[in-house]
């Protein structure tokens, strides 16, 4: 299974820590990734303790020493920014197959989507998803979905199934005057819920600054590199994105939404079920179904 993030690592050594070593890590996590490309007696003074605590640090979360883990953290950002294309050209995606190969893809498919499922599942941290279930089954909150190249569709398929469920459902509109005044309108009864993978789509990390700044919530769907939106969100729930392809899997994803869903509706409970009977007889009575 891939590993985490390196700011996953700092979280992780967080509880073996001495107290001086935690400012450490939370300047780190604070200013991630930027800090930790910072020299030692930065780092060091910005966390007010001694260049010899910022080293035991780095040793503690596996590092030999400053340069190995600035190594580590570039390797990192390189995956994070990583295209289609770019993953294409370094691996032999482009070379031909012939049917003999049919099983063997198969298998790899097989492998990796139950892999990364799995793995996505176990690393979501239960207190996200319960903040996020509580958010979106609160009734007083207006829920704002919006995604991105592809994952406008996620915020769609997650969007439809909550408008089947619970009321002040609604998405980002596509024209600028439209979402203009949804965002000028933001206050603090208002859920956002976003979709950014890598590459990460600017307006995304706007939005959410936005509407934190206005009081409203951001529950943030991404990948283990995290978006920068991340910075400004209450819940962020992350998925791997291996796929026997250089496009990155949104299998996992879509298995968190599917969990989602699920906490929604037990939340709400027998208002759920009456909704759904009154959204099946408003279909029946206008011939849609």
């Known amino acids: 299974m891939a590993r985490g993030t390196l700011a996953d690592e700092i979280r992780l050594k967080l509880g073996d820590a001495s107290p001086a070593e935690r400012k450490v890590a939370r300047v780190l996590l604070a200013g991630y990734p930027a800090a930790g490309f910072e020299t030692m007696a930065v780092l060091a003074e910005r966390a007010a303790v001694s260049t010899p605590t910022v080293l035991r640090f780095i040793n503690r979360i596996g590092y030999r020493g400053f ?65 996020a279930i509580a958010l979106l089954s609160d009734g007083k909150r207006r829920i704002t979905l919006a995604g991105g190249r592809f994952t406008n569709l996620f915020a769609q398929y997650l969007g439809l199934h909550l408008m089947q469920i619970r009321d002040d459902i609604r998405f980002l509109p596509d024209r600028d005057v439209e979402r203009t005044a949804q965002l000028a309108a933001v206050n603090r009864r208002d859920v956002f819920v976003l979709f950014d993978y890598r590459r990460y789509e600017p307006d995304k990390v706007s939005m959410a600054e936005l509407v934190q700044e206005q009081g409203g919530k951001i529950i943030l769907f991404t990948d283990v590199w995290l978006s920068p939106a991340a910075a400004h969100a209450q819940v962020v729930l992350p998925s791997q994105v291996a796929a026997p392809s250089p496009y990155d899997s949104l299998v996992p994803t879509l298995a968190i939404i599917e969990t989602v869903v699920a906490g929604v509706l037990t939340a709400l409970g027998e208002d759920a079920h009456q909704r759904m009977q009154h959204g099946e007889n408003t279909a029946r009575r206008m011939g849609l179904y």
């Open 67 to 131: 340069p190995d883990f600035q190594t580590a953290l570039r390797a990192e950002l390189d995956e994070r920014n990583a295209s289609p294309l770019s993953l294409y050209e370094a691996t032999d995606y482009g070379r031909s197959h012939d049917g003999t190969e049919d099983v063997s893809l198969l298998q790899r498919g097989s492998n990796l989507f139950s892999a990364a499922v799995a793995q996505t599942l176990a690393e979501l941290p239960p207190h996200d998803l319960e903040h």
